[in-house]
């Protein structure tokens, strides 16, 4: 397929080439998914999804256009329309980047693909179903079990020209058990990996977290210890990042503006943004913009230590592009980071319980970045939480939830786990802090 | 795109199913994104896409493209979906009554008719508003639109042919002061042409205004309060703490859920109405639904009492009751789910005043940022609030978050204003990786008491009064 993307772009080249203007990109997208979903405990549907498209860039006057299509039979009408949007475009004045060596990265496994099936994955969640429904005769469970397969093409007027294929497998299981009071009790858990991957991983730790829910507990208001998993803690670093994309420091809006170099976190936090680590989610040999993909340290020990940028903001910012252009056939590329990578620390997770004595863990919130978090302040409701006394679960905390701040809640005094669980594209530890807990 | 008619339902009749259905849509939209001072997105696009769903003994099939020369392949695929496991004791998807529509959103300035330089003048117009206050540290005006043709068949020989214009804009603006950063917007959005996002400059200007004023407010300190919710609030609340919870898709297999939602059961007080209507000319209106179920009035909550819930024809059948026409997909490329269209609480018969004497001393909640629920426990978030002392409203607060289980928090609506009104916008509902889908909420004034609200000094549940 990358050959046929390849011809689809000579014929766009062609034409392209034809225009008098500064530069060109052309960027195709070529997708197929298929899944298999279960709901309320049996098989319930299979998908398949074909998606193709392609956009161009135009950069006429130094200034911008884009338009896109699906259709590669109507080449003219896209480049018109992106003639059209470029007469109000913003003054662009960088450059495309040229033709460049490409890092290795592996993005999939070919023998496993090969042998993947819709109906192995049938099998499979009728296993993880029942393995569960083992343990809790009463749940329900929700799954699927997918196969995103496609191919990414890019070429623009600076000889830059590459492609290269991806393939994610992913599995998302949801539990929910209604208890003699009527409470709900749903928990889920997924992953996507470019590889097999073990999915007894999952239904442990959902098995894990169903027994923890087993009786309810109740504390009092007050700030308490608080075990973060993997889960939330992916939530609380998305308010971290917030504010470290180029944009947000040329918008003005970074709470890290002028303070780069400076310790805001803990000295246990590091964190990376890595686009080569092999099979994961986020990972990708070059960005959408063609800038060469490498792993970059964004936090260090607490200092903050550089922002993510495509090639506008870097151009305004006057700093380097990071390779972090994100884009689909009919989007202009944006800011995003790729695997996010927190390194852990030295205590496992029962330990850390054990560690903490009285407090709380964290798994799963609703309503998390509702609230105004441009300064680093969290508010949200405890969907999935636990009490912890004695080192010991004691049952699920329900109406209660959490406010406070990630700058201050993430200090020197937290601890990280030496296990790390991928969560989408984000490889991170347990985390225990302290935190502020408000019950109904 | 031409799609012919007869050849389509030919290839429909050929299915072996006990239900089908072929989608297509043809999509031209612009969008266009100003920021302080700079042009983020000004792009026009084309998109064709497809879809063909079959059911066989209680298994569907679906495949969707974005090229038409892929409709026999998906024919024929979907159908081999449908029989990858077959149920002995699955229920029949029967066949309903056919439908003929062919619609057009009427319009007062077609999209077409107006240049990419004059939606341009009005967004940079709009950014000169949002600009004026040195307060102002980033804007955002957004614009965009859409004509699209969508085209539906169905094994009940129900054709669609619906010709939609949408267009909407919104606003939002940063301001900052010292080290506190506020952000504050509104948007806009309907079916209709380019008349919609005119004259808006009275928005724009609410925008800046109340970010500035934001910036400068207290935070609201947190714990159990008696609060006002605003109409748009009260819509986004209703949306979320009740609406996700009738929609039968969470209900249908589960035994536990069915006891706890029978029909019949009290959730509010006897001046509580809840209606879904997908026929109301608001963001969330639908001709027909994805699966050919024409919309309608459906009481969720009638006098307070669950008297319905939002079906498709699977879950409809399957509970033994009607589809209400609530299958709706957010595109071609995603099969149809039950979802909402413009939920509402109805008006009741208390006066905005008395609201506000009977609450005395509480909160004032403003406008909506966003609301999630887990269908027990939800939170929203409202724009900003007031505080209200002796019935009057005081000063204005900012970074509040309402919170609370569903159940308990509709059984404490106390009383109901008279002045529903509806809102809807660029932004829309998610579920199950499908958004944003238009809808539309609203409601009237409600008072409801112990209302947890997190924001400053969280850590302390004492009463506030």
């Known amino acids: 397929m990358l050959e046929a993307a390849k011809r689809n772009h000579d014929a766009i080249r062609k034409e392209c080439q034809g225009i008098q203007c500064r530069w060109w990109d052309i960027y195709s997208n070529d997708v197929i998914s298929r899944s298999v979903t279960f709901k309320n405990n049996m098989f319930h549907s299979a998908r398949e999804s074909a998606v193709q498209g392609y956009g161009i860039r135009l950069n006429i006057h130094k200034q911008t256009g884009f338009s896109y299509c699906n259709d590669f039979n109507d080449i003219q009408s896209v480049i018109d329309h992106a003639k059209d949007t470029a007469q109000y475009g913003d003054n662009e004045d960088y450059e495309l980047p040229g033709k460049n060596g490409l890092p290795e990265v592996t993005l999939y496994d070919e023998q496993w693909l090969k042998s993947w099936t819709v109906e192995d994955q049938l099998h499979q969640l009728q296993a993880i179903i029942d393995t569960i429904r083992k343990e809790y005769s009463d749940c329900i469970v929700d799954s699927s079990a997918g196969c995103v397969d496609g191919y990414v093409y890019l070429t623009n007027s600076s000889g830059f020209e590459a492609g290269y294929r991806y393939v994610h497998h992913g599995v998302s299981v949801s539990v929910l058990r209604i208890v003699s009071d009527g409470s709900r009790i749903q928990v889920y858990e997924s992953s996507s990996w470019g590889s097999a991957f073990d999915y007894h991983e999952i239904v442990n730790r959902l098995i894990m977290k169903l027994r923890f829910s087993e009786t309810n507990a109740a504390i009092p208001s007050g700030n308490y210890y608080a075990i973060l998993t993997p889960k939330a803690f992916s939530q609380i670093m998305g308010v971290v990042l917030q504010g470290l994309s180029g944009k947000s420091i040329q918008r003005g809006i970074s709470r890290y503006k002028g303070k780069f170099g400076q310790k805001i976190f803990g000295k246990q936090v590091s964190v990376y943004d890595n686009p080569l680590e092999n099979f994961a989610p986020g990972s990708y040999p070059f960005d959408g913009e063609g800038v060469i993909a490498f792993n970059k340290i964004i936090i260090e020990h607490g200092y903050v230590q550089r922002n993510i940028a495509h090639l506008q903001s870097s151009h305004i910012l006057q700093c380097d592009p990071t390779g972090n252009a994100s884009r689909s056939y009919a989007t202009l590329p944006q800011e995003s980071f790729s695997n996010i990578v927190v390194p852990g620390g030295g205590v496992s997770f029962k330990d850390m319980i054990t560690q903490m004595g009285t407090g709380i863990i964290i798994d799963q919130f609703i309503g998390f970045g509702q609230s105004n978090t441009l300064m680093g302040q969290f508010s949200a409701n405890l969907d999935l939480a636990w009490f912890v006394n004695k080192g010991e679960v004691q049952g699920r905390l329900k109406n209660c939830m959490v406010a406070d701040d990630v700058m201050s809640m993430l200090d020197d005094t937290i601890v990280l786990s030496k296990e790390r669980e991928w969560i989408g594209d984000s490889y991170l530890p347990y985390v225990m802090c302290r935190i502020n807990y408000t019950t109904i | ?465």
């Open chain 2, 1 to 465: 795109m031409v799609v012919d008619m007869t050849m389509v339902q030919k290839k429909l009749k050929n299915i072996k199913a006990e239900y089908a259905e072929i989608r297509m849509s043809e999509d031209e939209a612009v969008s266009i994104h100003l920021s302080k001072n700079m042009v983020e997105t000004c792009k026009a696009g084309k998109t064709t896409q497809g879809s063909v769903r079959v059911y066989n003994r209680g298994c569907w099939g679906f495949v969707s493209f974005t090229t038409l020369d892929m409709m026999d392949y998906a024919i024929t695929h979907a159908q081999e979906l449908s029989n990858l496991q077959k149920k002995d004791d699955a229920v029949t998807i029967a066949a309903m009554q056919s439908n003929v529509v062919n619609k057009k959103t009427k319009v007062l300035k077609p999209l077409h008719s107006v240049s990419l330089e004059e939606k341009m003048e009005l967004m940079h117009r709009y950014n000169a508003i949002l600009k004026r206050s040195q307060l102002v540290e980033n804007t955002n005006v957004v614009y965009r639109d859409s004509i699209a043709h969508y085209y539906m068949y169905n094994t009940d020989e129900t054709s669609v042919d619906y010709e939609s214009s949408f267009c909407g804009i919104s606003f939002s603006a940063i301001a900052k002061d010292g080290t506190v950063m506020q952000p504050y917007g509104e948007s806009i959005a309907q079916y209709g042409g380019f008349e919609l996002v005119e004259d808006n400059y009275a928005v724009a200007e609410k925008v800046v205004k109340t970010a500035t004023e934001l910036v400068k407010a207290e935070q609201v300190q947190s714990g159990l309060y008696n609060v006002i919710a605003d109409p748009k609030l009260a819509g986004v609340f209703i949306h979320e703490a009740f609406g996700h919870l009738s929609e039968a898709d969470f209900i249908y297999e589960n035994p536990r859920m069915k006891e706890l939602m029978v029909i019949g059961r009290r959730f509010g007080p006897g001046c509580l109405q809840v209606i879904d209507d997908g026929s109301l000319p608001y963001t969330g209106y639908i001709p027909i639904d994805d699966e050919g179920i024409q919309p309608r009035k459906t009481y969720l909550i009638k006098d307070g009492i669950l008297t319905g819930r939002l079906h498709s024809r699977e879950t409809a059948i399957k509970m033994g009751e009607q589809p209400t026409g609530n299958a709706r997909a957010i595109s071609c490329t995603a099969p149809p789910i039950v979802r909402m269209t413009n939920t509402y609480i109805d008006n009741g018969n208390a006066t905005v005043d008395e609201l506000f004497d009977r609450l005395g001393n509480g909160l004032y909640v403003v406008g909506a940022l966003g609301g999630q629920t887990n269908l027990e426990m939800f939170t929203f978030t409202p724009a900003y609030a007031y505080e209200v002392k002796r019935g009057k409203k005081k000063r204005i607060l900012r970074d509040c978050m309402l919170s609370g289980n569903v159940f308990m928090t509709l059984m404490n609506i106390d009383a109901i204003a008279d002045d529903c009104t509806m809102y809807g916008g660029l932004g829309g509902c998610g579920k199950q990786g499908q958004a944003p889908l238009p809808v539309s909420s609203g409601g009237p004034h409600l008072l409801i008491k112990n209302v947890l609200i997190g924001g400053k000094g969280a850590g302390g549940s004492k009463k506030k009064s």
